[in-house]
């Protein structure tokens, strides 16, 4: 590591969780993430080889959910409950008005608190807060199979492939948490956007390892294929989108540059037995 980095990465070991992602305090949730995915992108592990890469990703991840806890906390604070007045009069007012809460206001702060982009764990929390609140079990049930928070468990399972590189395992789990409270994700992988997500997540991931030179490259690719089809998730087109088929080539060229035929064979063959389909002429132009 040379003494430029060692500089920069000192804030990865800061107490202020903002330092830590680069924002200032004064930035949103929304930036937050968005810091966060770009840091992960760069620094996790399977991508960046530095021997302190997995400490910064785990200090990255917890920057972000210090400040994802405080933005609740604040979304918190404003629904909390008013002391209990030593009239009981008035304590009788304010519990009529309680119950007597209009569905728009719960509706208002419910897509409020979806706009500090919370994790499934913070949503199960908030959806104890609503039902503190006396809130009709069937307006309750309404709010959680609303289009508008099955849109956002969509861009959270979304958000999940990303800072994951399309893992498959991990999708599932976030999809599933989703489903336990009561959202209706069962039929999330015929959502086209979604499949389109994936490949584009799984084409990211192929070309960060070809420009690594990982040679683990076609297993990887082949694994990454059969997992998904398990769901019945096509992936096996990806390898010949224009990113990766650019990169094979190239790195197919340099291989008959540096190491000869033999070698340059043996690097297409690997690829082209997990679905590439090269033009072999261009590749010896």
């Not at 998730?233 to 010949?240: A, C, G, P, Q, Y």
């Amino acid at each position: 590591m040379t003494k430029e980095s060692q500089s920069d990465y000192r804030r990865f070991y800061s107490s202020n969780p903002y330092e830590v992602l680069g924002i200032p305090k004064t930035s949103s949730i929304q930036d937050a993430n968005k810091a966060k995915r770009k840091l992960i992108f760069r620094f996790h592990p399977d991508r960046n080889k530095d021997p302190i890469a997995a400490e910064i990703t785990r200090s990255i991840i917890e920057a972000f959910e210090k400040i994802q806890i405080q933005a609740t906390n604040v979304v918190h604070s404003s629904y909390a409950k008013e002391p209990v007045d030593s009239t009981a009069d008035k304590t009788t007012e304010r519990e009529t008005q309680k119950k007597e809460e209009s569905y728009e206001t719960v509706v208002a702060d419910f897509v409020r608190f979806l706009g500090t982009y919370p994790s499934v764990a913070s949503f199960k929390k908030y959806l104890d807060h609503l039902r503190s609140r006396n809130i009709e079990p069937d307006k309750l049930d309404d709010l959680i199979k609303s289009e508008r928070l099955f849109e956002y468990a969509l861009s959270n399972c979304k958000s999940d492939l990303f800072s994951n590189f399309a893992s498959r395992s991990s999708f599932l789990k976030c999809r599933n948490s989703w489903q336990e409270i009561g959202v209706n994700l069962s039929k999330i992988l015929e959502d086209h956007s979604l499949i389109n997500h994936i490949k584009f997540c799984t084409e990211k991931l192929l070309i960060e390892k070809l420009c690594m030179d990982d040679k683990k490259g076609p297993d990887f690719y082949s694994s990454h294929v059969k997992d998904w089809l398990i769901n019945g998730v096509d992936l096996s087109d990806v390898i010949n989108k224009f990113g990766v088929h650019k990169i094979l080539s190239q790195r197919a060229k340099m291989w008959l540059v540096r190491h000869g035929e033999d070698k340059f064979k043996t690097f297409v063959q690997l690829w082209v037995a997990v679905g590439w389909k090269p033009d072999i002429e261009k590749l010896y132009s």
